[in-house]
């Protein structure tokens, strides 16, 4: 049995075309990859309008229309939480990379790991020449 902690860690950026290998051994190796690649994807971030609170009236409206503006209504404050949340990963992601901030640009990546092709994944590698050590 190996354990993690005698195992070298690799970053795997999955992209639409081709798959990355990134050194991640150290924390400081994990940071100073992840800041790389989020600075390769910062044209990946997009400020989003965020929409207009949308508000009706269910008294004024006929009986047969409440079902359908229920669900417009939380369709509208789900894409209001999506378009800030979306603002925000691009404010955070412009900082990480301005300030050098290796941390931050790795928990960026692990909120965007579900993105299409914007996959982030810390395998482990047995690393026999440890047993030695």
């Known amino acids: 049995m190996h354990r993690v902690k005698d195992m070298e860690r690799i970053l795997v950026e999955e992209g639409k075309h081709d798959t990355a290998y990134w050194a991640a051994t150290s924390d400081e190796e994990l940071h100073a990859s992840a800041l790389a690649i989020l600075g390769n994807r910062l044209n990946y971030f997009h400020v989003r309008e965020v929409p207009a609170k949308v508000e009706y009236d269910l008294s004024n409206l006929p009986e047969e229309f409440h079902k359908e503006a229920e ?11 999506e378009a800030k949340h979306e603002n925000s990963l691009h404010k955070n992601a412009h900082e990480a990379v301005e300030k050098k901030d290796g941390l931050l640009a ?16 810390l395998k482990y590698a047995y690393n026999p020449l440890k047993e030695q050590e």
Request: charged fraction near 35%; glycine fraction near 0%; hydrophobic fraction near 30%.
């Open 71 to 81: 669900k417009n209504l939380k369709r509208n404050t789900r894409n209001i939480a």
């Open 106 to 121: 790795w928990r960026i990546l692990q909120q965007r790991e579900d993105y299409q092709y914007e996959s982030v994944i």
